[in-house]
C-alpha cells in the first residue's frame, strides 16, 4: 500500500514557540492530504483540507491563522502550530489519498505535541 | 454525511471470530463503506473496504446487507495484536461537486484476551 510518513513522531516546546509537522508521501503523489487532531480517547477530528498548490480549506472552528498548512508540492504537506500553547497539546495525523483508489486514506504515524 | 453508530467496545478471546457492526441508516446512494483500524500513539490503517453485499481480503470480511443501513466487519480468528480501535466510515472523499471529508464516529475499542 501507499505511503505517508510524518515527522517527528514526537515534539515537546515550550509555550509561545511554533512547531513544523511534515507530511510526505514516498511512493505516490498526492493531490489533497488531511490534516487531524486527536485528543486522549477520543476520535480524530478534520482540522483542513490541504490542496497542492493552493490554499487549505479548514473546518469550521479551527484556527487558520494558528494553523498553518502548506502543500508546496505533490509530495510534501506540513503544519505549522504558531505560537503554542498548552491547550494545542495533541495528536497530529496527516493522511492522503492515491489516484486510482480515491476511496481510501492513507494515514502518517502521527505527531504527538506537547506544550509546556 | 452519513451517521454511523458502533459499540463502544467488545471483548473477545484469542482465535475467535469477532463481529463488529456498524449502523448507518442514512447513508447515500453513492457512499462507501471503509473500516480503518486503529492501534495506540499510530495512524488509522485502512482494513477493508466494500459498496454492497461481500467483501473479503487477506485479513478480513465486510458484510452489507441489500438496504445498506449497517455493514459488519468480521475478524477471523483474532490475536493479541488485534487489540485497536475500529472505525467505521460512510461517505465519500470526493463527490462530482467538490469534496466530502469523511467524518470519524467514536469507533469500537476492541480487546483480545488471552
Known amino acids: 500500500g501507499a505511503v505517508v510518513s510524518q515527522h517527528p513522531s514526537r515534539v515537546i516546546c515550550k509555550s509561545g514557540t511554533s512547531v513544523k509537522i511534515e507530511c510526505r508521501s514516498l511512493d505516490f503523489q498526492a493531490t489533497t492530504m488531511f490534516w487531524y487532531r486527536q485528543f486522549p480517547k477520543q476520535s480524530l477530528m478534520l482540522m483542513a483540507t490541504?490542496?497542492?498548490?493552493?490554499?487549505?480549506?479548514?473546518e469550521q472552528g479551527v484556527e487558520k491563522d494558528k494553523f498553518l498548512i502548506n502543500h508546496a508540492s505533490l509530495t510534501l504537506s506540513t503544519l505549522t502550530v504558531t505560537s503554542a500553547h498548552p491547550e494545542d497539546s495533541s495528536f497530529y495525523i496527516c493522511s492522503a489519498t492515491v489516484s486510482g483508489q480515491a476511496e481510501k486514506l492513507f494515514f502518517g504515524s502521527g505527531t504527538q505535541l506537547s506544550v509546556l | 454525511l452519513a451517521k454511523t453508530t458502533q459499540p463502544i467496545s467488545m471483548d473477545s478471546y484469542e482465535g475467535q471470530e469477532v463481529n463488529i457492526t456498524c449502523s448507518h441508516n442514512?447513508?447515500?446512494?453513492?457512499?462507501?463503506i471503509t473500516w480503518y483500524q486503529q492501534f495506540p500513539s499510530q495512524g488509522p490503517r485502512f482494513i477493508i473496504q466494500?459498496?454492497?453485499t461481500k467483501v473479503t481480503n487477506e485479513v478480513a470480511s465486510l458484510f452489507i446487507p441489500a438496504d445498506r443501513k449497517s455493514s459488519t466487519l468480521s475478524l477471523p480468528r483474532v490475536s493479541l495484536s488485534d487489540t485497536a480501535v475500529y472505525y467505521c466510515l460512510v461517505g465519500r472523499i470526493f463527490s462530482g461537486a467538490g469534496s466530502y471529508q469523511l467524518t470519524f464516529g467514536k469507533g469500537t475499542k476492541l480487546s483480545v484476551i488471552p
Open positions: 490541504s490542496n497542492e498548490g493552493s490554499k487549505a480549506t479548514y
Open positions: 466494500g459498496y454492497k
Open positions: 442514512n447513508i447515500a446512494t453513492n457512499d462507501y
